[in-house]
């Protein structure tokens, strides 16, 4: 899987929007961009993906940037129970595992 | 549904023991995984599963066994085990579809003293 580079941790206000960013210049054309969530003491949780075009779902909104090599996951009215470590990860179908990184630590201010 | 479950959550060994992690989907998921989780790091795969009777290693397979007999089941085997495997081990499945997602269980919290 092609690699992704995340901000380590970013910290936000409760019900404001959280716009978390992810680099993967080395994206192929094949390549589906993930964002799983890891909340504590949990086991990560799917939260969208996309190819090409901008995803919305009940949990939140990916956008993609039009050369693919960029991506913002966006929370909308963040909680405290968004509170998580958020992986962004490149897969393609089939058998390959998820490549996770370290990702983001968002933080969630009451 | 109850996706997919693992036990036990916790468990301590001591070194040179040996264990086996259960892990059972219900989703009737060809893929499984297992992976394993250090502190402060991100997840890596140990062995995954496309099928029943079918295995392959993952990044981190040393000192680890898996056997999948079942569409729903698939163990991990620690064989004498080491302190460097104390870890937060996941199982996941997936029906494996182009860009399908994987859905995870809760986790066993092993360690090794």
Known sequence: ?110 | NAGVTQTPKFRILKIGQSMTLQCTQDMNHNYMYWYRQDPGMGLKLIYYSVGAGITDKGEVPNGYNVSRSTTEDFPLRLELAAPSQTSVYFCASTMGRWGDTQYFGPGTRLTVL
């Open chain 1, 1 to 110: 899987d092609a690699k992704t580079t995340q901000p380590n941790s970013m910290e936000s206000n409760e019900e404001e929007p959280v716009h978390l960013p992810c680099n993967h210049s080395t994206i192929s054309g094949t390549d589906y961009i993930h964002w799983y969530r890891q909340l504590p003491s949990q086991g990560p949780e799917y939260v969208i993906h996309g190819l090409t075009s901008n995803v919305n779902n009940r949990m939140a909104s990916l956008a993609i940037a039009e050369d693919r090599k960029s991506s913002t996951l966006i929370l909308h009215r963040a909680t405290l129970r968004d509170a998580a470590v958020y992986y962004c990860i490149l897969r393609e179908g089939g058998a390959d595992g998820l490549t996770f990184g370290k990702g983001t630590h968002l933080i969630i201010q009451p």
